[in-house]
């Protein structure tokens, strides 16, 4: 790690406080854990070393070595430590899995069994599944995301995303827990909350393809939210008839917020009748 930041970094100062950053150590529960390895669970800057880590361990290396040794296209795209890494031909995924862990022993790192495998997917995906006798293509996890082989209108090839089931079950469970803590201080304490977390799901996941999802996430979150404001105390105070005629005012606009599939660059010259 060390050896890693002192590529960019040249100031001894910083070097040290980061030296002492690793060998801060945890502390849960009264109990101190030395750091005998690696960056400190929960440390300040755990995430930001974890990923220069990271930089120079894959990304470098799958850019400057493996991929040269490809026969097609391949690419990656990481975020922390999650990643998906594309290629255009099947011999190249295969090497790769076994290549990337080698790459990771040798520093220290190992790939996570349950996370990790190989799938068919692109434009030509569905095609082959069905010579295989498989009915559909695979889907995966990523950010939050489940990515599927979709078609667009004209029955191309589109990548499909939805909201990850377990993400969303999980997040209507802290909801419902949050909503239920926040009785004692009143019904706009409440909205208020419930407002504020669908804002800021809508601000994600309100992507291309998905925003069907997300109107049935934030209907979930209003039946939630009138299920705990009756039981603030034993007489039901609010209807569901009655609280539909508010929520046009209160529920935040549920439109596509991030739009993953732009027009083709000639659609958007200038003086294309297109446009």
Not at 226 to 247: A, P
Request: proline share 3%; net charge positive.
């Amino acid at each position: 790690m060390m050896r890693f930041l002192a590529h960019r970094i040249k100031d001894p100062v910083l070097l040290r406080i980061i030296r002492r950053f690793l060998k801060a150590g945890v502390l849960e529960s009264g109990v101190f854990t030395a750091s005998e390895a690696g960056t400190p669970q929960g440390g300040l800057v755990s995430p930001v070393l974890a990923n220069i880590y990271l930089h120079y361990v894959l990304d470098l290396w799958f850019e400057k070595r493996y991929v040269r040794t490809c026969k097609g296209g391949a690419y990656m795209v990481r975020y922390a430590d999650d990643y998906v890494a594309c290629f255009t031909s099947e011999a190249d995924a295969r090497r790769f899995m076994d290549a990337m862990a080698e790459r990771l022993a040798e520093f220290g790192l190992e790939v996570e069994p349950s996370k990790t495998c190989l799938l068919r997917f692109g434009n030509r995906a569905a095609t082959d599944c069905r010579k295989d006798g498989v009915k559909r293509p695979p889907t995966f996890n990523f950010l939050g995301f489940t990515h599927y082989v979709g078609k667009s209108r004209k029955g191309r090839f589109v990548l499909g995303r939805k909201s990850q089931r377990e993400r969303i079950v999980k997040k209507l469970k802290e909801v419902g827990d949050r909503l239920s803590a926040l009785r004692i201080e009143g019904g706009q304490a409440m909205m208020d909350y419930a407002r504020r977390h669908l804002q800021g799901h809508v601000g994600y996941y309100a992507v291309s393809g998905n925003i069907r999802q997300v109107r049935t996430y934030a209907y979930r979150i209003s039946r939630l939210l009138v299920k705990w404001l009756n039981r603030r105390s034993q007489r039901r105070s609010v209807s569901w008839d009655r609280f539909s005629e508010v929520l046009s005012g209160w529920m935040p606009s549920l439109r596509i917020q991030h739009n993953l599939y732009p027009k083709p660059l000639w659609m958007t010259q200038t003086g294309s009748r297109m446009v």
